[in-house]
């Protein structure tokens, strides 16, 4: 079983970005990098999420893949108490949307959270394609 099986699909999936998108245009620390919000956040952050824990592929194939992730956060310049906060808001959107809570489970997400925000920070903050983070594909966790 994937770890997006184990969470339950896209719709719990979902559940968890949107929680963790609404929390991130309220917040004085993130709102900044988020702006007024998009509409298709939520939707193209649950299909990259889907897909780097085991779901269908459905970024890469019809959202720009890695390299519009990228592009994205390029010259956010995200600062590391940005980077924490977004941290913290990810996992308490997965406590707030229900997500499981075995500690195989929340292990995963934890790290993701964690080293993919470690990424987007460089990433933002890189001058050069030569700083960007050595990272060039679709992540993926297993268990």
């Keep these: 079983m994937t770890i997006y099986d184990h969470l339950g699909g896209d719709d719990a999936l979902r559940r968890a970005v949107d929680i963790f998108y609404t929390s991130v245009l309220a917040d004085p620390i993130l709102q900044p990098l988020f702006g007024s919000g998009r509409p298709e956040h939520v939707d193209h952050l ?57 500690e195989r489970f929340r292990a995963a997400w934890n790290s993701h959270a964690e080293f993919g925000s470690q990424v987007a920070m460089q990433n933002s903050n890189a001058e050069t394609d030569d700083e960007l983070h050595p990272l060039r594909e679709m992540p993926r966790w297993n268990w």
């Design 46 to 102: 649950t299909a990259f999420m889907a897909e780097v824990f085991g779901g269908p592929a459905r970024y890469t194939g019809e959202l720009g893949g890695f390299d519009h992730i990228v592009a994205t956060h390029r010259g956010l310049r995200i600062a590391e108490p940005q980077r924490q906060r977004f941290v913290e808001l990810m996992i308490s959107a997965a406590d707030k949307a229900g997500l499981p809570t075995d």
